[in-house]
């Protein structure tokens, strides 16, 4: 009886090492993947925080027109462009 009830108890034992074991497994693979999904959140909000600021930057006319003239080449009509080249220099 005694044997039973040692082998009963010593199932039971193993039993709990393993499903605790596996809840730990589970536990840091959860806090792995949270700590991912924290990183995203924050790389989230500073990119809201640049695009807001964005937002903000063309709001204003002259800003606009500014980028414009700057990215696109854009001119007024009557406006002549003048576009300077840099020399090369021997590293290029």
Do not use: C
Request: proline share 1%; aromatic share 10%.
């Amino acid at each position: 009886m005694k044997k039973i009830f040692a082998a009963i108890l010593a199932a039971i034992f193993v039993f709990t090492v393993w499903q605790t074991a596996k809840i730990y497994r589970q536990s840091r693979a959860l806090d792995g993947e949270l700590s991912g999904i924290a990183k995203k959140k924050s790389d989230i909000e500073r990119e809201n925080e640049r695009l807001k600021e964005d937002i903000e930057y063309f709001s204003h006319s002259a800003n606009l027109e500014k980028e414009l003239r700057s990215r696109f080449n854009y001119k007024k009509l009557g406006e002549k462009m003048l576009i300077i080249i840099s020399p090369k220099s021997d590293n290029d």
